[in-house]
C-alpha cells in the first residue's frame, strides 16, 4: 500500500475549503470553470478526501477496491477516504468529479454530519428521472460554485448532502426489492421441491410444475439456478434417479419393472438415462450394492 499514492484535494478552491469541483476530460474543455481532474485516474491511487463521481454518458470500468462496477450513462460512483480505485477505457465518459473533505461537510452547518457510513454504496444506475433530479441539484452546486454568494458554502453542503440522501435511499429501495425478490423465489422454489417429492413418478415435465406455482417455465428455471444452480428439469429427473437407485438396492422389482413404474415406456431409454446420470447402468449399480 506504501507504494499507492495518497492525494489530498489537487488545487484546492480559495473560495471553498475542502471542496473541488471538476469535470472529466470531454468536458472541461468546453467548461473551463470546471478544470479536469489533474490525477491520473487510470493508475491506482487513493484520496483523503470524498468523490462523488456523476457520469452523464459513460462507457469503461471503475475499479474500487479490486470491485469492477460499470460506468454507464446515468451513474453515479462514490469513493471514501483510503479506498484504492483506478477508471479504465473512460475516453468518452462525460461527468463531473465532487471532491469533498469531511471537514468541510461537518464544520459550519446545521445539517446531521455525513458518516462514511453514508457511503456504502460504490455504485448505483439510476432511471431517467431520478438522474435528472440529481442533476438539478448539480446545477445548483455549479452555479454557487461559479457564482460565489455569501451563503454559496451552505447551499453546497445542502445540495452534497441531499444528493447522498437521494441515492441511499434509492440503493435501499433497489436493496430491499431484491430481497423481497429472493424471499419469493426462495418460497417458490421450496414449494417447487414439494410438488417433485408428491409427483415425481407421475409428472416429470418442467411445464406441470410451473403451471401449479402459477410461473412460467423459464421463469421457474431462473428460480432453480438462482438458488442452488440447477435447471428444474435436473431436479425433477435428479428424484427419478434417487428412487430408481433404491428399488435396485432394497427391492426386487428388475430394471424394466423399475422403468415403468416411473413412468418410463421404454425401458433401453431409462437404462440410458440412468447410466448418464450415475455413470453405471442399471444393472452395475445393482451389483455394486450386493
Known sequence: MSDIPLYSIPDPSVKF???????????????????EFPVKTNMPHRHDFYEICIFLKGTGTHEIDFSKFPINNHSIHFVTPGQVHLISNHQNAQGYILAFT?????LNRKLPDVKISEFSIPYLDMTVSDFKF???TLEAIKHEYSYPGEASEEIIKSCLYIIILKTKTLHNKITE????INQNMNVVFR???DLIEKNYVTNQAVNYYADHLNVSPSYLNKITKKVCGRTASSLISDRVILEAKRLLTFSNMTSQEIAYYLMYNDPSYFSRMFKKKTGYSPTQFREMKL
Open 191 to 193: 414449494s417447487f421441491k
Open 102 to 106: 469531511e471537514e468541510f461537510m461537518a
Open 17 to 35: 475549503d475542502g471542496f473541488k469541483l471538476y469535470s472529466l476530460k470531454s468536458l472541461a474543455k468546453n467548461e473551463p470553470l470546471y478544470p
Open 134 to 136: 440529481v442533476c438539478n
Open 177 to 180: 426489492t431484491k430481497e423481497r
